[in-house]
């Protein structure tokens, strides 16, 4: 009986390995690439890179004709901390990826982030949307630990896809507060919409008045335009 036991254990150890070798791999294919030059260059403005990453390994900076023009190493959110919006407000910008996935080898999202507080402590909570160039969107959030919304990411027919790597693609994503509802709307559509309750509590939001900002995911460039509230 001890055989057969040690057999199965030794079977579902294999059986398991390739998808850990797999992720693991895929992590270890993926890691963040410091910028030359790193840091923030915009007044006013500040950054927090994800974990322990630092800030300034990856880039903030001016866009000539306005904006601003994000490279990223580490993921990273930056705000500036007199931006904040209460009660019912909407927070909007223009995202445009001109090489997408130059920095990558498969796509990596950017976005707006809101409801900021304590943003930049290990204490923060905000919740972020965030487009990919490959036509899925993302909502996430901190409170203070990570915490998604809608999984690892889904299609929508709003989203706009990029031709081919080395090409651009252009999102506008805005994030609202509308009554008891939160929502994400990218090129102009609705892609997804909750409950207030859904967001806030234990592990998620403190409250949905905050700073709002952008957040850029790893190893990304992207220009952001037309960001403010509205």
């Known amino acids: 009986m001890r055989r057969v036991h040690a057999l199965a254990v030794a079977a579902a150890a294999v ?17 963040s690439h410091a910028v030359a030059g ?13 974990g322990s990453a ?21 993921a990273a959110e930056y705000w500036n901390p007199a931006d904040k919006a209460s009660g019912n407000y909407t927070v909007k910008a223009t995202f445009t990826e001109p090489k997408y996935m130059n920095l990558n ?24 949307c965030e ?22 990411g889904e299609a929508n027919a709003a989203v706009h896809k990029a ?12 994030m609202s507060v509308k009554g008891d509802k939160v929502e994400c709307a990218i090129n102009g559509t609705t892609v997804a919409s909750y409950d207030k ?13 905050g700073v709002y900002g952008i957040r850029s995911a790893h190893n990304t460039e992207v220009i952001v335009t037309g960001f403010g509230k509205q």
């Open 105 to 128: 080898s498969h796509p990596h999202p950017y976005g707006i982030f809101i409801a900021g507080n304590e943003v930049g402590t290990d204490k923060q909570s905000l919740l972020y």
């Open 38 to 50: 790193g840091g923030i260059s915009v007044s006013g403005w500040m950054g927090k890179a994800d």
């Open 163 to 174: 031709s081919g790597a080395g090409d651009k693609v252009t999102q506008e994503i805005a």
């Open 15 to 31: 059986a398991i390995l390739p998808a850990v070798s797999l992720a693991q791999g895929m992590g270890a294919m993926d890691p």
């Open 197 to 209: 309750a859904a967001v806030m509590g234990a592990g998620k939001l403190t409250s949905l008045d």
């Open 131 to 152: 487009a990919y160039g490959d036509g899925r969107f993302i909502v996430r959030g901190f409170g203070p630990a990570a915490f998604k919304m809608n999984g690892g």
């Open 54 to 74: 630092s800030v300034n390994d990856s880039k903030f900076a001016a866009e000539a004709g306005g904006g601003f023009h994000i490279t990223t190493g580490p």
